[in-house]
């Protein structure tokens, strides 16, 4: 294909579909124009992000924050931020840490190209900025330290998910992508590990929330997310493909309807279907569910086998009951906005399902509301003092024992403790490798299944509460105390 004979539109996008798939360099986002394009055209709805464009992918007041700082000669001075929750999401009684390995793939590309550079001098609103500031912008790389739980640890607030500790500007300037990462596929992959707790080891979770995502770019991270939270499989194919794994899915009631309509009947519809792809569940609700398994069972009965079947609505305990009278050797799956508390219902009603498909209530919902906080700098520990948003100073750790606690990195951990956050990139360069999904899954159920019932309950659970250590609360007390003195009039 010559790129050059299709308009510009067509012709960057087309490209830009080959190297996401081939490379896994860019991603796609929605109505975001990309300024280092010689001509951008606004009212395009869609455009690509690629790695080069990584660093630009941030709130404005963190570019406006560096400039500061280098005008006032503190840009250097070494910082350390860390990444955690207040309090957890509603019903929640932990949270299952990820996106790190998408965390680090963006620190690994953290640089500003010439374009960039003269697209923000453009806007005019550095026009007050020191020279220095691009000059900064133009020859820095991230050089610092990233410290981090592995992914699939449990958290609970005020846990430190991840720290950075660097140069004060470069600190800065990640923290919007860094929170938009871990985030959300914090909140997909702890979802994902409820699901599994409550629909056990045996049963078969896919994910199928793609259309649901608040993106396409939401939608890849939601299904690795998913998958190292516990499930088994995803129906993005663009995700499988791109984490090596085989994309999983049925079929939708238009293909029931379709060839319904067509070819006369919906038992020539669901042959049809298992003409091309022998084996495959069959969505039986398009009309009748009982009609439809009433008739699949006389084909049993007749030596053709059917896998699966699935079920998207109605009265869920009920249909699933009685396809299992008719059809007692076949798989039933259930889909149709389903969640933790769902699948809790339907196992105490005597549902009798084989697995689920889980799509918007999975890749939605509430929110983990990360924050990124200055903890040191220079040497010198500090903490926000508003109230009800107070922070603790100092670079911590967590030990985990027989009792879990919450101290200074400066601390020695007592015997049987395990400290948590692992140091992953030092001096701009990672130590440690991408870990494998299913090492993270793994990861993920052992962090899981060792909590008490009580925290694991997805409805009203017990909120852990992490012991402070006494060196941390001295800190915290000692700061404080300079925080008031410093806000006291003379």
Known sequence: MNRASYPRGVCKAAHVFLTIFTKNTCIFLVNVTIIRHPTPNPTMEAQAICLEDYSLLTDLYQLTMAACYVGEGVDQRRASFELFVRHLPQDFGYLVAMGLSQALEYLENFRFTASQIAALQATGIFEQAPAQFWEILAEGRFSGDVWAVPEGTVVFANEPLLRIEAPLWQAQIVETYLLNTLNYQTLIATRAARLRDVAGET???????????????????????????????????????????????????????????????????????????????????????????????LQVQANQTINAVRLDSGDLVSLSQQVRQLLPDTLIFASGDLDEQEIVRLQAEGATFDGYGFGTKLVTGTPVNGVYKLVEIDGVPVMKGSSGKMTYPGRKQIFEGTERRLGLMSEVSQPGETELLKQVVQDGQRLLPDESLEAIAQRTRNSVTVLPPAIRRVQDPDLFSVQISPSLQTLTTQTQAQIKKMISPP
């Not at 194919?237 to 090596?244: E, F, K, Y």
């Open 203 to 297: 049963a078969q979770l896919l994910e199928f929330g793609t259309r649901r995502a608040f993106s396409p770019q939401a939608s890849l991270w939601a299904a690795r997310a998913a998958i190292a939270g516990g499930l088994d499989a995803t129906s993005n194919v663009l995700a499988a493909l791109q984490l090596g794994r085989k994309p999983s899915g049925t079929m939708a009631h238009a293909l029931v309807m379709a060839l319904s309509a067509l070819e006369g009947s919906e038992d020539e519809a669901f042959e049809a279907f298992h003409r091309y792809f022998p084996g495959a569940a069959l969505l039986i609700d398009t009309y009748d569910a009982i009609a439809a398994a009433q008739r699949l069972s």
